[in-house]
T-cell receptor, first 115, second 110 residues
Framework: DTEVTQTPKHLVMGMTNKKSLKCEQH?????MYWYKQKAKKPPELMFV???????INESVPSRFSPECPNSSLLNLHLHALQPEDSALYLC??????????????FGPGTRLTVL | QKEVEQNSGPLSVPEGAIASLNCTYS??????FFWYRQYSGKSPELIMF????GDKEDGRFTAQLNKASQYVSLLIRDSQPSDSATYLC??????????FGAGTTVTVRA
């Protein structure tokens, strides 16, 4: 089962709201990722968790706050976002941090609109 | 120089033809190479990965890797309208990242 699930599928929020995106995988993967994708652009890495610890933060603004409660779950907490943060937010997981190479599987994404 | 470059496209091929997608990368230390297919409005789907020089075939897809030339390609044989999508080349960037190319949009015309 190569499935990563994400909720919600769509989210509309105001600039003063607080919301959370959720991601889950049951493949026993030990690395999980958050990406942001704008239209007609490739995915842009935001955060990497490796063995439930944050290993990479790509200088993401603090209004995005990741959390990894356990090896199967990944959250992205959103607060005081800007309209330019509207994008498709993708979660991915892989069997191990990519060193020798381990393919990443993406979830269906959350389409976020910030008003 | 971009880390991963793909032929810009769009690429239009007739149904039944071969679609050829190219990708070059700058980091000689890269070890793993991936092709993702992304339909409009959907998330990327892994369709091929290759780690060793040479060819790797999976159904109608063939990935080719030449590390000396820092070149990886994807061939889609007997192209079908359902192959119309954007194809993303991705290269591992040690220790823990993927670098993506800008993507090539393929249209298969019936």
């Amino acid at each position: 089962d190569t499935e990563v699930t994400q909720t919600p599928k769509h989210l509309v929020m105001g600039m003063t709201n607080k919301k959370s995106l959720k991601c889950e995988q049951h493949m026993g993967h030990r690395a999980m990722y958050w990406y942001k994708q704008k239209a007609k652009k490739p995915p842009e890495l935001m955060f990497v968790y490796s063995y439930e610890k944050l290993s990479i933060n790509e200088s993401v603004p603090s209004r995005f706050s990741p959390e990894c409660p356990n090896s199967s779950l990944l959250n992205l907490h959103l607060h005081a976002l800007q309209p330019e943060d509207s994008a498709l937010y993708l979660c991915a997981s892989s069997q191990a941090p990519i060193t020798g190479g381990s393919e990443q599987f993406f979830g269906p994404g959350t389409r976020l609109t910030v008003l | 120089q971009k880390e991963v470059e793909q032929n810009s496209g769009p690429l239009s091929v007739p149904e039944g033809a071969i679609a050829s997608l190219n990708c070059t990368y700058s980091d000689r230390g890269s070890q793993s190479f991936f092709w993702y297919r992304q339909y409009s409005g959907k998330s990327p789907e892994l369709i091929m990965f290759i780690y060793s020089n040479g060819d790797k075939e999976d159904g109608r897809f063939t990935a080719q890797l030449n590390k000396a030339s820092q070149y990886v390609s994807l061939l889609i044989r007997d192209s079908q309208p359902s192959d119309s999508a954007t194809y993303l080349c991705a290269v591992n960037k040690p220790p823990n990242k993927l670098s993506f190319g800008a993507g090539t949009t393929v249209t298969v015309r019936a």
